[in-house]
């Protein structure tokens, strides 16, 4: 199915995520990487490591509200997967993420905003194995 | 007053994903449909969040430790090995199955859509079968 291009609004979106990394490394020095953000929310190590990230957490839930408040109506969300493959790809990004210390904020945002090597190679080879796996499904075994 | 801004910054970065258009499956896969219904928009997100994230840190690095905190906790790793690249691949291929990456799922939860909770439960499930796994292999390090 179609989607609309959105270049101003992805833009700003980019650029909000971007303004939230900076601010919390600002404030708490930590990197805005949403796997081990909860990762350390729901296998914590210890009280003190905890509070934040749940506080952390719980403002992400509040964003497609404050879309609402803004644009009248919650934000798109369409999802083409059936819900077998929506549950096979949920479990393929949470070994992912875990085994390869990130994702696309840890690693995509932060991790190349930082010049890591690591970060550059890991983002480089999920794309591509995204692009991959889009275009397998898509075009060559869906239709 | 330091849980409120962090959740604060919470807000910012969920507001940030819902605009983007990170959250909705649809958009993400299409950025990768490349020889179908093509997208480019997602292009931008990374575009802003990155030139954003790297100018900040340049600025907020200089300072001596955070305002809330003793140290930067940045990580040292530079190594390149088959673990990073591995889990990379798995995490690539569960995102172009599902269109839904951590970041993006997290704040969609709260539109209270029964599939993102289905999404997450999984990606859930997913974090913990690999951290035991891990568990029982040498070298713990798992995911900053």
């Known amino acids: 199915m179609e989607t609309e291009f959105t270049p101003f609004a992805s833009l700003a979106g980019g650029t909000l995520i971007g303004l939230a990394a900076v601010c919390l490394m600002y404030l708490r020095g930590r990197i805005m ?6 990762a350390g929310a729901i296998m ?30 919650f934000p798109p969300i369409t999802v083409p997967a059936s819900t077998t493959m929506l549950i096979l ?19 995509g945002v932060c991790g190349m905003a930082r010049l890591s090597p690591r970060s550059f190679v890991a983002t480089a080879t999920f794309m591509a194995a995204t692009g991959l796996t889009v275009f397998l499904l898509r075009h060559v075994w869906g239709g | 007053m330091r849980l409120f801004l962090t959740f604060l910054i919470g807000v910012t970065f969920g ?41 900040g ?12 905190g003793q140290t930067f906790d940045v990580p040292q790793n530079r190594t390149l090995d088959r ?12 995102w172009g199955i599902a269109g839904f990456c951590p970041g993006g799922a997290l704040p969609a939860l709260g539109t209270f859509n029964p599939q993102v909770g289905v999404f997450v439960a999984a990606l859930i499930a997913g974090m913990m079968l690999a951290r035991l796994a891990l568990s029982r292999m040498p070298a713990p390090k798992v995911a900053q």
């Open chain 1, 89 to 107: 790809g949920g479990l393929l990004v949470g070994i992912g993420v875990t085994v390869g210390s990130g994702c696309t904020s840890g690693h």
């Open chain 2, 83 to 94: 673990r990073l690249l591995g889990g990379a691949a798995v995490f690539g291929v569960g």
């Open chain 2, 15 to 55: 507001t940030g994903i819902v605009l983007s258009g990170m959250a909705n499956p649809a958009k993400v896969i299409n950025f990768f449909d490349v020889a179908g219904t093509w997208d480019p928009s997602l292009a931008f997100v990374m575009g802003g969040a990155v030139v954003t994230t790297f100018i």
């Open chain 2, 57 to 68: 840190y340049r600025i907020v690095l200089q300072r001596p430790k955070p305002v809330f």
């Open chain 1, 33 to 38: 990487g949403a796997t081990g953000i909860l």
């Open chain 1, 44 to 73: 914590p190590t210890g009280l003190a490591d905890w509070g934040w990230r749940v506080a952390l957490l719980a403002g992400m839930f509040v964003g497609p509200w404050v879309y609402l408040l803004v644009a009248g109506q």
